[in-house]
């Protein structure tokens, strides 16, 4: 179990709510509750949340919508799904949106125990890879225009000579602004590069390599 973790559950049903409630407060988490997913997006921000337990179908916003507005919100916070009623479709849509469990009820409670164990560390990792995509985002916003340019060139593969006569620049010019672009960037290699390039394709980095 991590320490102090803080675990938000969305249902409408009130006596989930409590029976899940104690539950995880026996295994020593904090807990919320929220009988709607508008509640939880309510609190986000001004309470602690390590993982969100929501039911997947609920009047108004269902689970789904809450993957949804959680993903636009770029909040990193892993998610369980819980169900009465399995639907494949469903639950590879929210699978596909990062749900990291769903457990059809009724549950075993050391099935969401430890479906929970995972999602904590699932959003440790996920924070802490949010944490570096926003580190190489600052970076990226230091580069020139002209180093974004040859940057672009870099990660299709071409060769300083090839990059100098598309952009009409010396080549020594090039490997100045080569030379820029990995120490700002702060990459040991072009490898490294591109990888930080893959890192933050949802960000707007690879559209300025495409």
Known sequence: MVDSATIHIVDDDKAIRDSLSL???????ATFAHQSAVGLLEAIGHVECDCVVTDLRMP????????????KRR???PVILLTAHADVPMAVQAMKMGAVDILEKPFNDDALLTSIRHALTRGKDDRGQNTRIQAILSKYATLTKREIEVLSWLLKGQPNKVIADEMG???RTVEVHRASVMAKMEAQSLAELVQMALLVKDEGLAESSS
């Open 169 to 171: 620049i010396s080549k």
């Open 75 to 77: 909040a990193a916070l």
């Open 60 to 71: 108004g916003m269902t689970g789904i919508d809450l993957l949804s507005a959680l993903r």
């Open 23 to 29: 539950l995880l407060k026996i295994e020593g988490y």
